[in-house]
């Protein structure tokens, strides 16, 4: 099963930024995509999602206001630029294909797979 790459997560300090970038194989055309990200001993929180148009874009309340979720032309990738990060923000973060009728519930059924994640370390 195809499955998205992760990448561009790594340490910074509060009030600093980074750009997760998760790619496709290929491309996720037709799929609704997010982001979800899980701290230790912590559940996984939904953390961002994009409709398969770009229209609809949907953010957890913790990061409203300072993450956005963008894909490029071609459908190949999902960003999240993540501006005044803050130390509760340290997580692995993964992406992949949400419900089309839920777009903060995981699809595990679609064709393409969710990654591994990346790490994500805030620091005071």
């Known amino acids: 099963q195809a499955q998205m790459v992760e990448s561009g997560g790594g340490s910074v300090q509060a009030g600093e930024s980074l750009r997760l970038s998760c790619r496709a194989p290929?491309?996720?055309?037709?799929?609704?995509m997010g982001w979800f990200r899980q701290a230790p001993g912590k559940e996984r929180e939904f953390v961002a999602a994009?409709?398969?148009?770009?229209?609809?874009?949907v953010y957890g309340d913790s990061v409203t206001g300072r993450f956005a979720i963008t894909t490029d032309s071609a459908k190949t990738t999902v960003y999240l630029q993540m501006n005044n990060l803050k130390p509760e923000d340290t997580a692995v973060y993964s992406c992949?294909?949400?419900?089309?009728?839920?777009?903060?519930?995981?699809?595990?059924?679609?064709?393409?797979?969710w990654g591994q994640g990346t790490q994500v370390t805030v620091s005071p």
């Open positions: 992949g294909p949400v419900r089309p009728e839920n777009l903060q519930v995981p699809d595990t059924g679609a064709a393409i797979s």
């Open positions: 290929s491309t996720f055309s037709g799929h609704e």
């Open positions: 994009i409709s398969w148009s770009g229209v609809i874009t």
